[in-house]
T-cell receptor, first 116, second 112 residues
Framework: GAGVSQSPSNKVTEKGKDVELRCDPI?????LYWYRQSLGQGLEFLIY????????KSGLPSDRFSAERTGGSVSTLTIQRTQQEDSAVYLC??????????????FGPGTRLTVT | DAKTTQPPSMDCAEGRAANLPCNHS???????VYWYRQIHSQGPQYIIH???NNETNEMASLIITEDRKSSTLILPHATLRDTAVYYC?????????????FGQGTELSVKP
């Protein structure tokens, strides 16, 4: 079956512009996660959705970052007024459940964001 | 902060077993050990998890010491396609909403 998909695969933007990154989770997966991976920081958790609500936003680095999820499916991560330090690969993952030991996460291929 | 310590890199000959160690000396009773790997330019991939018993699946085996302070991921017959960064993660699956906290991992290079 289809895995997690993300779009665009690559995005180059100018400093100060807003960007939207999209994640389509595996159908039926209720939990959705955003992570980012940059050269200096490794893989960092950003935000987690259970259905359409986000009980854990603790990883969002600033108020320029926001995310939403609609219909319990597609999620959009928005970065406003992008800065060069936002350059990274943004990864989305989904899981059939949020808790429990067997709730493995399936990751998408990521969106590579470059801020010039 | 990551709760695990892994060697930054390891080499393994193709066809041989790859044994990747992980130290998690502060693991608590509710925390499981999870392994994920990330092949270059791809998203991470789940491998295996365990609480205290040894586990085996089609990808790998996980050996957890009796005191649970360390574990070893075993790839029984490593292939070139197993070259990746391997992450050992400990977490309580009933709390934290399932988020994964990644450390630096071990970069495994399988050589012909």
């Amino acid at each position: 079956g289809a895995g997690v998909s993300q779009s665009p695969s690559n995005k180059v933007t100018e400093k100060g512009k807003d960007v939207e990154l999209r994640c389509d989770p595996i159908s039926g997966h209720t939990a959705l996660y955003w992570y980012r991976q940059s050269l200096g920081q490794g893989l960092e958790f950003l935000i987690y959705f259970q259905g359409n609500s986000a009980p854990d936003k603790s990883g969002l680095p600033s108020d320029r970052f926001s995310a939403e999820r609609t219909g319990g499916s597609v999620s959009t991560l928005t970065i406003q007024r992008t800065q060069q330090e936002d350059s990274a690969v943004y990864l989305c993952a989904s899981s059939s459940v949020a808790g429990g030991p067997g709730a493995e996460q399936y990751f998408g291929p990521g969106t590579r964001l470059t801020v010039t | 902060d990551a709760k695990t310590t892994q060697p930054p890199s390891m080499d393994c000959a193709e066809g041989r077993a790859a044994n990747l160690p992980c130290n998690h000396s502060t693991i608590s009773g509710n925390e499981y050990v999870y392994w994920y790997r990330q092949i270059h330019s791809q998203g991470p991939q789940y491998i295996i998890h365990g609480l205290k018993n040894n586990e085996t699946n089609e990808m790998a085996s996980l050996i957890i010491t009796e005191d649970r302070k360390s574990s070893t991921l075993i790839l029984p017959h490593a292939t070139l396609r197993d070259t990746a960064v391997y992450y050992c993660i400990v977490r309580d699956p009933y709390n934290q909403g399932g988020k994964l906290i990644f450390g630096q991992g071990t970069e495994l290079s399988v050589k012909p």
